[in-house]
């Protein structure tokens, strides 16, 4: 098992974010964010993800947290 932080998890949060063509003010409230400034700041990278923000985004796109973290697997909408 790799240790290396995932890459392409700013990525995938966008790629959900969009997918539910939500803004990320929109988004914010559903996934535990203040803002969608905050959002923003995680999807381009810029800020550290909270846990219970990374379990919102999980929660409402219907992926499980390993489907984001991995950088092998890809966001999966078959759940929904």
């Known amino acids: 098992m790799s240790t290396d932080f995932p890459e392409r998890l700013p990525e995938k949060l966008k790629t ?9 003010d929109q988004l914010a409230p559903f996934v ?3 803002t969608g400034e905050e959002i923003l700041a995680y999807e381009n990278d ?5 846990v219970s923000v990374l379990w ?10 390993m ?3 991995d ?6 909408w078959s759940n929904n």
């Open 16 to 24: 959900i974010r969009e997918r539910l063509g939500m803004t990320p």
């Open 32 to 34: 535990g964010a203040k």
């Open 67 to 69: 489907n984001l973290l």
């Open 71 to 76: 950088d092998h697997l890809e966001v999966n």
């Open 46 to 50: 810029e800020d550290d993800l909270l």
């Open 56 to 65: 919102g985004y999980a929660r409402l796109s219907g992926n499980s947290i």
